[in-house]
């Protein structure tokens, strides 16, 4: 009785000669044999550039352990495909390397058949994980763009502020998918931060309604006049809980000329939810809203003249 081992050895002869794991090596994309039982019999060098893997790291381990989770079942059904001795056109996997991160693919499959009876799966993935992150890159870029042009018509078409600051808000929670997003202004007279927008009722106490300017992220952020991105609130000295949910944040400042009047807050609840992109587009937006501030603010003063004279 031949053991475990040796059964494999034999298998991976009978579905992959000598003379075809020559052929295989040399191509610069992962060739994989899996038996019907879902176990990779074997793969060709070139996963170890890829995904850190060597050869003998999988060959005898179930495909599906190396699959992310959300593509399972996708590739589950596309298993029970290649048994059923269909061939599978190329979808998109993601996969797990050696070193825990994630790793797109490009993957295809058909059934290795001998006598019209199929007795393995044979697979070929590319990886598309540089090209997927330019993808992603380039829709978040089309966004901000787009953002920007409906911010700045809103701007140049509105002078109540309070109904501009609750687009700009909509717009942020619209594109980009946070769970929060606020607005807070500067009391003139006293050195208080104010909440004049927010996408939705903030569960704080009363006392946390103004804020001290030496008081939370957003008020290091007046006092600094700096942008501050925060992947995680819970290690910030400076952060105070008025949402306890909340576990990302990047607060921008308002500012006209040399004083910051307020900042742009958004939250999310997962860590490292924001990245430098993020921050970016958000103080571009800050500055369009400084200057409706300020334009809001002269209009009304004019008025007031107007009517004083």
Known sequence: MLTRSRARTKRSSLVCGPDHKALYSNIPSVVILIDLNGTIDYVNNFIKKISHYREKDLIGRKFLSVVAPEYKKKAVNALRRLKQGKIVTPYELAIIDKNGERLCVKASGSPIKRNGKTVGIFGFATDITAQKKNVEYLSKIIKELSLLYDIGEELSSTINIDLLFSKILMYLSQTFGYERAGILLRDPEQPYLRIRATTRPLPIKKKYKKIRLDQGITGHVVSTGKPQLCNDVRKNKH???????????????????????????????????????????????????AIAIENSRLYESLEESYLDT
Not at 253 to 266: A, E, F, Q, S
């Open 239 to 289: 952060y105070i809980p008025f949402d306890r949910k909340t576990r990302s944040e990047i607060t921008v400042p308002l500012i006209i000329g040399d004083t910051t009047i307020g900042v742009i807050n958004v939250e999310r609840y997962t860590t490292d939810a924001f990245d430098n992109d993020d921050m970016r587009i958000l103080t571009l937006i800050a500055r369009q809203a």
